[in-house]
């Protein structure tokens, strides 16, 4: 699965894009900066596309 620090997220949507497994979806409410932030839903291979695109180094791999 993966952890998504929603305060550092500015919705740029890089991740939802790039996730092969459609793992992550835009919220919808905003966070404390007033961007819709990413939300993990379920289905995460642990590939890491998500992490290693993600500009602001928001999302954390983990794998169980
Ligand atoms: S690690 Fe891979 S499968 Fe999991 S959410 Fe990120 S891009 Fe999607
Ligand atoms: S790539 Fe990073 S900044 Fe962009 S939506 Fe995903 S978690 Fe947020």
């Given at each position: 699965m993966i952890k998504i620090n929603k305060e550092y997220?500015?919705?740029?949507k890089l991740c939802i894009e790039n996730c092969p497994k459609k793992c992550i979806s835009l919220s919808k409410e905003v966070n404390d900066k007033g961007y819709f932030y990413a939300v993990y839903k379920e289905g995460c291979t642990s590939c890491k596309f998500c992490a290693l695109i993600c500009p602001d180094a928001c999302i954390e791999v983990i794998k169980e």
């Open positions: 997220c500015k919705g740029c």
